[in-house]
């Protein structure tokens, strides 16, 4: 397999790397890759033209049988690519589109991978039936070209997009009917956010011992899973994993999952995590950002995670740079359970905002109050002395209700 890119500067070297990443992820074994400076991208071929043949005697000496493109080309330029090459054309879309195929477990998964599919493959519908008989999802060749048959085929893709979205909107409104009977329980909901490979997943299970699936693997996890994590200052908070984000991620995925992305514009804060040891962490931070701010997240309370400390080996610069520009974030190894403490403390005081700062006065035999009390607030301080117990306490706003007659008064959060 062979690899090509075209875009400018020391970016484009870490972008192919990604994209061998991706390739191997998706299963393949990547022979070679190539570079191509040009000002502007060739209209019917992406790459000039004696670039292309040099490739592609390349590739008939290693007996390659795709080429990826890191790059998006237009399905003219994949299908002429094709004829030059002849094998296989991807670009960096088809490629995340195929691996979201490979993982997908759950119908949810499994419908919006098959709508990102169907929109990709839709304006790609020209005359060409190779691509039509190689997709997966049950649209298979039919005899016969022509027009006719084309203007059918689109519209059993539309029919079956209309199909899906309908599907999906049904999923929709069961996620958000389970969001509500969560916030019934009155719990902080927090996402956890980030790049793939980022730790994203390991961290869930350091917090909440859960087993979700971590792997040293990109987009290792596609549905969200929720669990709930009870902090030492007794708040509750329901933890997110999530699908991970990448650079260029492409916009009819972003669209398809947005469903499963619904959790992240929902949350009351986001954990964002980050691999410190990548050496494109930063560039990672800023393409997570980007992803947040397409799905409608940007702004939201965020905790800076800078995992993977371990694997620092003394050079912390890129560290220092990230803590310098976020000094709220919190340095963690979500392997060894490093600065997980710290990381608790941390999300505690972030949530505290979410929560009024009070004093009550409660009878001393109103024990049952009291109880509920110590359940659903974070008590601060409490003195049992006179006839009523005094208490300081952190108190969600809709159980305030409950508490009304013990108040005493409104205290500045510290
Ligand atoms: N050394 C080290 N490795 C870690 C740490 N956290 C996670 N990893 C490893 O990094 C890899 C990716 O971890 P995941 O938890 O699957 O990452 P993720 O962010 O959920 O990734 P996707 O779901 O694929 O987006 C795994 O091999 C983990 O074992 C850490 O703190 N230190
Ligand atoms: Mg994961």
Request: charged fraction near 25%; hydrophobic fraction near 40%; charge should be positive.
């Given at each position: 397999m062979e690899l090509k890119a075209r875009t400018n500067g020391w970016v484009t070297r870490d972008s192919l790397e990604e994209l061998s990443e991706?390739?191997?992820?998706?299963?393949?074994?990547?022979?070679?890759?190539?570079?191509?400076?040009?000002?502007?991208?060739?209209?019917?071929?992406?790459?000039?033209?004696?670039k292309a043949d040099e490739f592609a005697l390349h590739c008939r000496r290693a007996d390659v049988d795709t080429v990826i493109f890191d790059?998006?080309?237009?399905?003219?330029?994949?299908?002429?690519?094709?004829?030059?090459?002849?094998?296989?054309?991807?670009?960096?879309?088809?490629?995340?589109?195929?691996?979201?195929?490979?993982?997908?477990?759950?119908?949810?998964?499994?419908?919006?991978?098959?709508?990102?599919?169907?929109?990709?493959l839709l304006p790609r519908l020209t005359g060409f039936w190779g691509h039509l008989s190689r997709q997966k999802g049950g649209i298979g060749m039919r005899g016969g070209?022509?027009?006719?048959?084309?203007?059918?085929?689109?519209?059993?893709?539309?029919?079956?997009?209309?199909?899906?979205?309908?599907?999906?909107?049904?999923?929709?409104?069961?996620?958000?009917?389970?969001?509500?009977?969560?916030?019934?329980?009155?719990?902080?909901?927090?996402?956890?956010?980030?790049?793939?490979?980022?730790?994203?997943?390991?961290?869930?299970?350091?917090?909440?011992?859960?087993g979700v699936l971590a792997e040293d693997k990109l987009f290792a996890t596609l549905?969200?899973?929720?669990?709930?994590?009870?902090?030492?200052?007794?708040?509750?908070?329901?933890?997110?994993?999530?699908?991970?984000?990448?650079?260029?991620?492409?916009?009819?995925?972003?669209?398809?999952?947005?469903?499963?992305?619904?959790?992240?514009?929902?949350?009351?804060?986001?954990?964002?995590?980050?691999?410190?040891?990548?050496?494109?962490?930063?560039?990672?931070?800023?393409?997570?950002?980007?992803?947040?701010?397409?799905?409608?997240?940007?702004?939201?309370?965020?905790?800076?995670?800078?995992?993977?400390v371990d694997r620092l080996n003394g050079s912390q610069a890129s560290l220092a740079r990230l803590l310098e520009l976020h000094p709220h974030g919190v340095a963690i190894s979500a392997a060894t359970g490093e600065g997980v403490p710290a990381l608790l403390a941390e999300l505690g005081s972030q949530l505290r905002p979410l929560r009024e700062f009070l004093e009550l006065s409660v009878p001393h035999d109103q024990a049952g109050i009291i109880a509920r009390l110590h359940e659903v607030g974070q008590v601060v301080e409490r003195n049992y002395e006179g006839k009523t117990a005094r208490f300081k306490a952190r108190i969600p706003s809709h159980f305030h209700n409950e508490f009304a007659p013990f108040f005493v008064r409104e205290l500045q959060n510290a």
């Open positions: 991706l390739a191997t992820t998706a299963g393949a074994e990547v022979i070679g890759e190539g570079l191509q400076k040009l000002a502007a991208p060739c209209a019917s071929t992406f790459m000039g033209k004696g790059d998006e080309l237009s399905p003219a330029q994949s299908r002429n690519l094709e004829k030059v090459f002849n094998c296989k054309v991807l670009d960096r879309t088809s490629l995340i589109l195929d691996i979201f195929a490979q993982r997908a477990r759950t119908r949810e998964g499994k419908l919006q991978i098959e709508l990102a599919q169907l929109q990709h070209e022509g027009e006719t048959q084309l203007e059918t085929d689109r519209r059993r893709v539309q029919d079956r997009i209309a199909r899906i979205e309908r599907e999906l909107e049904v999923v929709r409104r069961q996620r958000s009917t389970q969001r509500q009977a969560r916030q019934r329980n009155h719990w902080a909901l927090a996402s956890i956010v980030g790049y793939t490979n980022a730790g994203k997943s390991t961290l869930l299970n350091k917090l909440t011992g859960s549905d969200p899973t929720t669990r709930r994590l009870r902090l030492p200052t007794n708040q509750n908070v329901l933890l997110t994993d999530t699908v991970g984000f990448i650079r260029k991620l492409p916009h009819g995925l972003v669209e398809a999952f947005k469903a499963t992305l619904e959790e992240v514009v929902q949350a009351d804060l986001l954990l964002h995590v980050v691999d410190v040891s990548h050496p494109q962490a930063s560039e990672q931070v800023q393409a997570v950002g980007e992803v947040l701010k397409e799905i409608g997240a940007e702004g939201k309370p965020t905790l800076m995670v800078f995992n993977k």
